[in-house]
């Protein structure tokens, strides 16, 4: 059933409006109230009909409210809040304001315009799926909206007046036109619906083709990182049981073939790590940094550079604050591209903090994608000795219980070396105490003595904890190490999710001549895999889907396109190869490219012949037919000026008969075109040649016929 | 035909806000304002190529009044005609294109059906008598997102011959000094005079029965009366310009004495006298029926002015000639009855 037009459009303006509201809701960039009021508002909005919208009174209520609360929020960020937050719940309002005084096509057309607007300012708000879906649904709805603003557009500036012939113009109420329900038709919204598969083409086309030179002096916009809070240069205990249940995905990885595909990944992936514990939280000692050694353009040394044996994970980074870099145990070398400045590949940094935390310079928002070498343990290099300042850092800690050396001492006795020493410890953690997420208190209740010797249950950071402080209680360099552990195998991208709940806390102990060396005292029912519900696959779904967005859309640059362009290239190669041997005999290299310029100025002609035949047909009806006789030449312009005169000759009429008609009616210049006439036909079918001196005095006889008739539409000027 | 694309003011606030955006995406080398620049730009795209298809296959007819005075407002109908089979036309604006130049009068076809048709008119006053030649139309369409205006011509000549305006006139009575009708010759007729007595027969309008002469001679008799257009009248236009320099008055004057001629002819033949009409060095054979007086209208619609110098003289008239020419015309015969324009 076809509906009002008027009811489409406005469905149509509610639909884009409500994805470019749905931008700036998704940025979170609103306060809680404006979260809940804005949806509220743009559902009443609809209901705003009839006088309501055309009331003086309801218009002045608008503005006014409008001043005032740019008053507000104004006040607001001077105060503190957010420019950002003030000026997204701003945009938002502005258009809540225009859905409820939408009374003509301009008002609609600022609805489009202020929903296009909020789609170009959340790219720099927005940047995860859900902005993916609403430029999916402005692809589907632009032309619906676009084609039927544009209609009624048409409709309110056309329609105002009928004219009827035998009566006087009549006033058409444009409502009527607009309850048409004839107007528009099914066929009319699945076409414009269908268009949206040409626009997404077209998009993706445009998209893949834009130079990304990167020669921007404004850059640095991007999506907002995800503060993690296991990273920053101090931890408290108790951190990480408070992220253990978010599932935000931080990092993506993909396995080289030759590691295989377990359903989940048991590695440690290390950020950060700490040397100082002061019996509440850990620190570091030494913020220094030096730059980690690279090739100057991919790699960087952490060990030593990559080696084809070297197993090779890409690792797909969310924007993170800090920019800190995982790694698993066993990394030799990092492989990270780079950056792209006024069209020319810049090389990207990697710093190297005390504690071997690794940070990238450069974050930029769209987070990042690396490689990772990693080699066998066998293979790993000779690890580097720690000096007496070093080793001392890492056995520091504050006044403990005694009973924590004691208990060290007792598990560890007469056991040899420091690695079965650790292994020791850990396994007794694991064994006698309990992971829960079931934070203690705060002060003497949270500390490592109450974990080790009462409580005996806590979350990661606590087993590790208790780990490197019994470790050092008995003269073992150790340091506590923040990271993730897990993994969870997507099921339909075939990469590894790592989530911020798989936040982990882990120790690691200096053993000499083997160097740092991982231990996981926390249990592993803290690391149980996920049930594998609807839910989770619906979860994996759309992370598959995210990671695609930020591959080729987020992260696409200037490498990409050099990729495309290679692989292009490589297949035109492959198919010149092919094209090149015919019936076994090698064709000379350039005969497909000749072909193929051949074709292309072929196209190109055919395009110019078709852009240029109307301008050659005008400029030969200008100059008139070439090598035309002379008497047909004179006849014409006879014809011309007695058309003028308002005497055409009808096709049906013969020329000797016109100018018989025309002496007939004694038509003023009868004679002129009896004379021109008379030599035309005698010319044109007898053997009559004009001379040269006759055809001139024609041309004036024929010059007087036109001057006497006029030569604009009025005849009557001589 | 070759197209013309111009931006509508819409179009060119969508250009450059589509120019604003690749600039950021440019310097801030954000992705999502690559997509939404693409975005725009394949708006764009698609927008030339639907107007392109809007404009196919498109078949405009003009119809013409069957009579056009000038000065006076008529209706001018545009069928918009589309040949597309299977998808309609929409948002159409056709502009007639007089003489080469716009008439600023566009019909607009909100929609045209697959196969089908729309016809629409509109107003248009020609404030001056003649032949005034249309030679086709601009097409455009701004649809389908209203960004841009594509349009093409087509060609469809066509004339109007426009009469010169009828004014009200006084015409002098017929009978006094400018009747040349031959009284001694009476014809029956519907006129007002008396012509005679005859047998009434089946038809007669009873009302004409002589009742009188009919009481007399016992016989129904009834009246005839004599024919005006056994009358003929003739007017003396003078076409040609007055000595001196021209000027828009002068020509104003002329155009009102061709007014006054067409009107009295109108309003004589209409009473169904007979009416001639004579101008510098030609003069019509007298017209009585409409359809004579429509082709002496047209005539005097396309009566050219002449220049004062070398203008031939009036052909040679009878006594109560009535003569029209400009105030200082200097070659209007001695006539019964002058009317004075300018």
Not at chain 1, 25 to 42: K, Q
Request: net charge positive.
């Amino acid at each position: 059933m076809a509906l009002r037009f008027a009811t489409l459009h406005k469905s149509s303006a509610y639909l884009i409006s409500g994805l470019g509201l749905g931008t700036l809701l998704f940025s979170r960039e609103m306060g809680p109230v404006a979260m809940l009021l804005v949806p509220l508002a743009y559902a009443a909005s609809w209901f705003c009909e009839g006088p309501a919208l055309h009331s003086s009174r309801a218009l002045r209520a608008w503005n006014l409210a409008t001043i005032g609360l740019l008053a507000l929020q104004v006040v607001r960020a001077v105060l503190g809040t957010s420019p950002v937050v003030v000026g997204v719940e701003f945009a938002a309002f502005l258009q809540i304001n225009r859905l409820c005084n939408r009374r003509s096509a301009r008002d609609y057309q600022q609805i489009t315009v202020l929903a296009f607007l909020h789609l170009v300012a959340a790219t720099v708000l927005v940047s995860d799926l859900s902005y993916a879906v609403c430029f999916g649904g402005f692809v589907l709805v632009a032309p619906w909206a676009l084609s039927l603003g544009h209609l009624r557009r048409e409709i309110e500036g056309n329609y105002l007046v009928e004219h009827r012939p035998g009566a006087g113009a009549a006033h058409v109420e444009v409502g009527r036109i607009l309850a048409s329900r004839r107007i528009i038709g099914p066929g009319f919204l699945v076409a414009t619906a269908a268009l949206s598969i040409p626009l997404f083409l077209i998009t993706a086309s445009l998209f893949l083709l834009f130079p990304r030179l990167g020669i921007g002096v404004f850059g640095g916009f991007g999506r907002p990182a995800t503060r993690l809070s296991g990273f920053s240069d101090r931890i408290e205990l108790g951190g990480f049981g408070a992220i253990r249940s978010d599932p935000t995905v931080v990092m993506r990885i993909e396995l080289p073939a030759s590691l295989g595909r377990p359903a989940r990944l048991g590695m440690y992936w290390r950020g950060t790590s700490f040397d100082r514990y002061d019996g509440a939280s850990w620190s570091r000692t030494d913020a220094t940094s030096w730059l980690l050694p690279s090739d100057g353009r991919r790699q960087h040394m952490i060990t030593r550079f990559a080696r084809p044996e070297d197993f090779e994970l890409k690792i797909f980074l969310e924007p993170i604050e800090p920019p800190v870099l995982f790694v698993p145990e066993g990394t030799v070398a990092l492989g990270i591209p780079p950056a792209v400045r006024g069209g020319a590949p810049v090389f990207r940094a990697v710093d190297r903090f005390d504690g071997d935390e690794l940070r990238y310079r450069d974050p930029g928002g769209a987070g990042l994608e690396y490689d990772v070498y990693l080699t066998s343990p066998d293979q790993w290099p000779r690890p580097r000795a720690l000096d007496g300042p070093e080793r001392k850092r890492y056995l520091q800690l504050p006044r403990l219980d005694p009973r924590v050396r004691e208990l060290a001492e007792n598990l560890t006795r007469g056991i040899d070396g420091d690695l079965d020493r650790a292994e020791r410890i850990a396994r007794y953690l694991r064994e006698r105490y309990r992971y829960t997420l079931e934070l203690p208190g705060t002060g003497r209740d949270a500390s490592i003595e109450e974990f080790l010797f009462r409580r005996k249950r806590g979350h990661c950071e606590y087993f590790s904890t208790a780990m490197a402080a019994l470790l050092r209680s008995i003269g073992i360099p150790t340091r506590n190490v923040s990271g993730f552990f897990g993994g969870e195998k997507n099921r339909y991208g075939g990469y590894y999710s790592i989530r911020q709940g798989d936040a982990h806390s882990w120790v690691e102990v200096y053993v000499e001549g083997k160097g740092w060396r991982t231990f996981d005292p926390t249990p592993p029912a803290a690391t149980a895999p996920r049930p594998g519900g609807l839910s989770d696959r619906i979860s994996d779904a759309i992370d598959a889907l995210r990671l695609k967005w930020m591959q080729y859309v987020l992260s696409y640059g200037l490498n990409d396109q050099l990729a495309l362009s290679r692989t292009a290239f490589d297949l035109l190669r492959d198919a010149r190869d092919r094209v090149g041997r015919i019936g076994g005999e090698r064709v000379p290299r350039w005969v497909p490219w000749g072909i193929a310029a051949l074709l292309l100025a072929v196209a190109i002609a055919l395009a110019l012949r078709r852009r240029t035949r109307g301008l050659f047909a005008a400029a030969r009806a200008a100059r008139g037919p070439r090598r035309e006789p002379p008497a047909v030449s004179l006849y014409r312009r006879l014809e011309d000026a007695m058309g003028r005169a308002g005497h055409p000759r009808s096709p049906a009429t013969t020329p000797l008969e016109h100018a018989r008609h025309l002496r007939d009616r004694a038509v003023p210049g009868w004679q002129i075109v009896e004379r021109v006439t008379d030599r035309y036909v005698g010319a044109r079918f007898g053997s009559r040649a004009l001379d040269v001196a006759e055809i001139r005095a024609l041309e004036r006889a024929i010059g007087e016929l036109r001057r006497s008739a006029g030569v604009g539409t009025m005849p009557g000027r001589g | 035909m070759p197209r013309k694309l111009k931006f509508t003011r819409e179009g060119k606030y969508f250009v450059g806000v589509t120019l604003g955006v690749g600039f950021a995406a440019i310097n801030t080398a954000n992705n999502l304002l690559y997509l939404v620049l693409g975005l725009q730009l394949s708006l764009i795209i698609v927008s030339g190529i639907l107007s392109e298809l809007t404009l196919r296959h498109l078949e405009i007819i003009r119809r013409l009044p069957t009579r056009a005075e000038a000065g006076r407002t008529f209706l001018v109908e545009i069928s918009l005609v589309n040949r597309k089979k299977h998808s309609p036309s929409y948002s159409v604006e056709v502009e007639d294109l007089l003489a080469g130049r716009a008439t600023e009068k566009r019909c607009y076809f909100l929609k045209v059906g697959a196969s089908g048709s729309q016809t629409a008119a509109y107003r248009c006053t020609l404030p001056l008598r003649g032949s005034y030649r249309f030679r086709g139309f601009r097409v455009c369409t701004r649809f389908p997102f209203g960004l841009f205006e594509k349009s093409r011509e087509v060609d469809f000549p066509d004339e109007l011959v426009v009469l010169p305006r009828l004014v009200p006139v006084r015409p002098p009575v017929p009978g006094q000094a400018q009747s040349l009708g031959d009284d001694s010759v009476p014809r029956p007729g519907l006129g007002s005079e008396f012509y005679g007595l005859r047998a009434f027969r089946p038809g007669d309008d009873s009302r004409d029965i002589h009742w009188k002469t009919s009481a007399r001679k016992g016989e129904l008799l009834v009246r005839e009366r004599e024919a005006d257009r056994g009358r003929e009248v003739v007017l003396a236009l003078d076409n040609a310009l007055p000595p001196g320099e021209p000027g828009p008055r002068t020509d104003a004057a002329m155009e009102e004495a061709v007014s006054i001629a067409a009107s009295l002819a109108t309003d004589y033949t209409r009473r169904g006298m007979g009416v001639s009409i004579a101008v510098r060095g030609e003069a019509r054979p007298a017209v009585q029926s409409e359809r004579a007086l429509q082709a002496l209208l047209r005539w005097l619609a396309l009566l050219p002015i002449l220049p004062a110098e070398g203008a031939p003289g009036f052909p040679p008239l009878p006594r109560d000639t009535i003569g029209i020419g400009h105030r200082r015309s200097i070659g209007l015969p001695a006539v019964g009855h002058a009317f004075r324009c300018g």
